[in-house]
């Protein structure tokens, strides 16, 4: 008993693979949030496009043995497989192969609460697994319908699996379609009453649900995970400024972004993200802790330009400024050499100083301040905040009162 309860507990095993230059951390918060186990990683030297497997066989092959030899129950690529390749992935490997937007579908499915979320995730999965539904047969021939003597044979099971999941993908359609007409009722109502609605936007796990929580007393889940928040919630807030004027407002937390995001889970949560779409004000938060934050930046640009949403009017929000200063400052109690004053952070001052060329605390200590320097140059319409200790959010407010 004891056995069988020990093989249920057991995590899957995977072998992570990247391109050159790849760090897998995004992939691996991806892998974390699927509570899968990492087995190794595997970085690709060279790009090397191959219409076989996307690389050169032999290095394909050296995957796989890599991937026996460390005992993985699976192989998960950080790029795209197209359904050719992912074919030929699971048969040179014999094992599973998936790709990232894979990845992000399982947890999407995973996470999906309510019935708007679970359709989302079921027609982002029909619409990725369609092209992929002849994995399943070997042998095109099985034949299902049709009599001897009639006009054709009948269709093959594929056919008729495909024919299957098109009308499935049409019937959610039309039940999203229903959604976005409910939503669309609920915000002409809002604009009569003049309430101003503002989205918070940013990139998974930036701490957008912490945030919405802080500033309204709200009670949704916070997790230290990708994806945590897949529904739109709403609530109200209540603003004053330093004249004692009163303002209400709506406070809406979306869905997080991700680099690469696939197009299937954009359209799929278009209705989702139609809340951004039309809001008054956005709301953009970053996790200013994060070295990847201009990408993030850009990546949520991309996706509040593909739903056309205006970013015009929108405010830039600094989360976790409580962990970049307690990092700091342990990183300072550390170290034996102070910064001094000559050094620069702007990399065109001739006193520049690289922090790679430091030793090493000291040069944890300036690659933080760098960063958050960079950060301020880059967004100078910004404000800093932290969703845990409180800090800056009356700023926050009074800036949300300006704008709206």
Sequence with gaps: MSEILEEQQKKVRCLLV?????????LKGLVYTLEMEIADS??????????????????????????????????IMDFELDPTKQRNWEKLSKLPVFDRQ????????????T???????????????????????GEFSRQRGGNYGSKGSGETQLE?????????????????SKVVQNREVQRKRRSKSKIKTIALCGYTNAGKSSLLNALTSAKTLVENKLFATLDPLTRKLFLTNSNYDFKEVLL?????????????????FRSTLEEAKHADLLLIVLDCYDPNIFLHYETILEVLKEIGANISNSLIVLNKIDSYQTNLEQTLSKSDTKLTENYSTDDTHPEY??????????????????????????FPDHVKVSAITGQGLEELKQLIFEKT
């Design 18 to 26: 990247g391109y050159p230059n790849d760090n897998l951390l995004e």
């Design 42 to 75: 595997f970085i690709l030297n060279k790009i090397d496009i191959q219409p076989a497997y996307g690389m050169g066989s032999g290095k394909a092959q050296e995957i796989c043995a890599h991937a026996k030899a460390i005992d993985a129950d699976c192989i």
């Design 102 to 113: 894979e990845t992000i579908l399982r947890i999407f499915a995973k996470r999906a609460l």
């Design 115 to 137: 019935k708007e979320a679970v359709l989302q995730v079921e027609l982002a999965r029909l619409e990725y697994s369609l092209p992929r539904l002849s994995h399943m047969y």
């Design 160 to 176: 008729l699996d495909r024919r299957g999941v098109r009308e499935r993908i049409t019937k959610i359609k039309n039940e999203l």
């Design 252 to 268: 809406t937390d979306t869905v997080g972004f991700i680099s690469n995001l696939p197009h299937s889970l954009i359209n799929a």
């Design 353 to 378: 100083v690289h922090p790679n060329s430091l030793q090493t605390d000291e040069s944890a200590t300036l690659s933080k301040k760098f960063l958050l320097t960079r950060i301020e140059k880059q």
